[in-house]
């Protein structure tokens, strides 16, 4: 009899513990810092609207909303531009020096995938003007740190449709 009494209370030592483990470990993890960061699902969140933000000013050519978005030490890389660039002002005088006399600026967004600090968008872009009227595919790579876009890479995809220049 003494050996089933020590069974059964291994056993129910053993649920107790395990129930406590889980029920320790089943809430957000916070990186070993309560309150000082958020949980993961809203972190991404946080960054999947900073990164629709940023798609949409470059849409409407708001160079301040553009800048706001960005940091101190924000660097940005992109086929047309393939040399690493530095800086907000540098880049807002590159991005209206490239679409100030659009009469039409659209871009859209087919895929969006957040991974942490990194956010892929994938999409097009119709650019419009006097002389030109074309749709691109792009893939941006927009990197956030603190609630600013730290880092900017955009790459051009082959299109499946044939561009109107």
């Known amino acids: 009899m ?8 291994t056993t129910l030592l053993t649920i107790v513990i395990g129930s406590i483990l889980t029920l320790s470990t089943s809430n957000h993890v916070n990186a070993h810092q309560p309150n000082k960061v958020k949980s993961l699902a809203s972190f991404e969140q946080d960054n999947e609207q900073i990164a629709r933000a940023f798609v949409n000013a ?34 807002t005088d590159w991005w ?34 006097s ?10 790579f927009i990197h956030i740190k603190n609630g600013k876009i730290y880092e900017y890479q955009e790459y051009q995809l082959p299109s499946n449709k044939k561009m109107k220049m």
Do not use: C, W
């Open 2 to 9: 003494n050996l089933i009494a020590n069974n059964i209370k």
């Open 58 to 91: 470059l849409g409407q050519k708001d160079m301040n909303k553009i800048s706001a978005l960005l940091s101190d030490d924000f660097t940005f890389q992109n086929g047309m531009n393939p040399k690493r660039q530095q800086g907000k002002k540098v880049f």
């Open 96 to 129: 209206y020096s490239m679409v100030n006399n659009a009469t039409l600026l659209k871009p859209s967004i087919e895929r969006l995938s957040v991974m942490g600090t990194t956010v892929l968008v994938e999409g097009k872009f119709h650019y419009k003007d």
């Open 131 to 140: 002389d030109t009227d074309m749709t691109f595919r792009d893939t941006k």
